[in-house]
């Protein structure tokens, strides 16, 4: 289950604004703002159309580890070339 927490984070990591993102996904403002305070239990239309919206815009959502260890979150689906040095790229050569 998607956290409030991811969506808040999904739609922050995206640089969208609430009423963007409620345009995109054809819902009223108050019902992002329950889906990220509330929870997404709260509507499960309301949670699919997010979510196809912020997918869309390259998030994936991650779920809770399975072993007990990490719990849900979010990343970016792709890495651009664009995106600058990738962490297991970064040394002493390429310090500014």
């Not at 580890?65 to 792709?78: Q, W």
Request: no cysteine; charged share 25%.
């Amino acid at each position: 289950m998607i956290t409030s927490a991811q969506l808040r984070g999904a739609r922050a990591m995206l640089g969208l604004t609430v009423e963007t993102l409620a345009s995109e996904s054809k819902l009223p403002v108050s019902a992002i703002e329950a889906l990220e305070t509330e929870g997404p239990a709260a509507d499960m239309r309301a949670l699919a159309a997010v979510r196809s919206v912020l997918e869309n815009h390259g998030v994936l959502f991650l779920a809770g580890g399975s072993d007990g260890t990490g719990g849900p979150g979010i990343r970016f689906k792709h890495w651009s070339d664009d995106d600058g040095i990738r962490p297991e790229n970064l040394n002493a050569t390429n310090d500014d």
